[in-house]
Structure formats: structure tokens, C-alpha cells
């Protein structure tokens, strides 16, 4: 059994695997770089910096506390947002359809 899941590896086309690996290497960079965004914003704007952002007042709230609060979930939902839109993006880019 084993030897025919390596026979179907084997009989795919090159570039087809290529592409897929293209694919993942593109979704995972894409991946890290929403990560790392929401991770900059709410640990470093909502913990790391809040001391100087308090300074600053949004609405009547200082901007450390908002940031701590409220901007690291708006930028999640911007990022899902940037994601479902990159992903079409990529999605046509390797001809995968839904």
C-alpha cells in the first residue's frame, strides 16, 4: 500500500508540485506577516510602548490603554480582511478554484 502513495507521488508532474510548494511558501510568508503585525501592535503598541502612547489621547482615552484595549482587535479584523483578499489574490495567481 505504501508503494502505491509513493507511485501517485511520483507520477505528478513537476511543475505541478512546484507550484504547490510556490503556493505554501507564499500562504506561509503571508501567514508571518499577519502574525507579525498583530503581534507588534498588541504587544508592542498595547505593552512595550504604552508609557509614551499614553500621551497621546484618542476619543478622551490615552492611546496606550485604546491600543491595549481596542486597537489590537481592530487590526486582527483588518487583517483578516487583508488575508481573505491576499488569498484570492493568490488563489488566482495558481489557478486554485473553490
Known amino acids: 500500500m505504501n508503494q502505491s502513495v509513493n ?4 507520477t505528478e508532474p513537476k511543475s505541478t508540485r ?3 510548494a510556490q503556493y505554501w511558501r507564499e500562504n506561509l510568508k503571508l501567514i508571518a506577516i499577519c502574525l507579525t503585525v498583530w503581534f507588534a501592535v498588541s504587544f508592542g503598541c498595547g ?3 504604552v508609557e509614551p ?3 497621546i489621547r484618542l476619543g478622551g482615552y490615552k492611546l496606550g490603554f485604546w491600543f491595549a ?3 489590537s482587535i481592530y487590526t486582527f479584523v483588518a487583517l483578516v480582511f487583508y488575508y481573505t483578499r491576499q488569498m484570492n489574490k493568490l488563489d488566482k495567481k495558481f489557478g486554485i478554484k473553490d
Open 47 to 49: 505593552i512595550v510602548l
Open 7 to 10: 507511485e501517485q507521488k511520483t
Open 18 to 20: 512546484l507550484s504547490g
Open 69 to 71: 484595549q481596542q486597537g
Open 53 to 55: 502612547l499614553n500621551e
